[in-house]
């Protein structure tokens, strides 16, 4: 039995207008970096529970700056506070749209694939002496296998 998950089309000029949407984002996004994971596995996370704990040591550090180093930036810890307020709903409208995308793809692609695998079926079973020999064997070489390498067996040193 086939399934067909989505039967869409997307024209090349939506699709234009779609990347510089997204190029526009990233224009107005100008501070947006890209962390090595090994770097972001080491940063402390701001979840639920940490935003509203940020939020009142803003306000403690607002009402009573005497007791913070005379190095402690409260500005800057505000803009940051800030700007994760406003960068958070962005943040998972996109990572939304992102997992629907995701999901988009791999129903296209499964149907994509389920087609053309009877297209490969039908012209395998009917295709012989029809001129379709050729066609058949350079669609089945995408399920040729590559042998296994065998491990080489090493004897220990004595």
Do not use: C, W
Request: charged share 25%; glycine share 4%; net charge negative.
């Amino acid at each position: 039995m086939t399934s067909n998950y989505i039967s869409a089309t997307l024209s090349l000029q939506d699709r234009d207008e779609i990347m510089a949407a997204i190029a526009t984002i990233r224009d107005r996004l100008p501070f947006v970096i890209d962390v090595a994971p090994k770097v972001k596995r080491s940063m402390p996370k701001m979840g639920d529970k940490s935003r509203a704990f940020v939020q009142k040591a803003l306000d403690v550090a607002i009402q009573n700056p005497d007791f913070l180093p005379r190095s402690f930036d409260i500005a800057e810890l505000q803009r940051d506070v800030e700007l994760f307020e406003k960068i958070y709903p962005l943040a998972m409208a996109l990572t939304q749209l992102q997992a629907d995308l995701d999901d988009t793809l791999a129903a296209v692609g499964s149907d994509a694939f389920t087609a053309a695998l009877q297209v490969y079926r039908h012209a395998k079973a009917h295709g012989d002496g029809s001129g379709l020999d050729t066609l058949v064997e350079e669609l089945g070489q995408r399920f040729d296998r590559q042998p296994r390498k065998k491990a080489v067996a090493v004897e220990p040193a004595m």
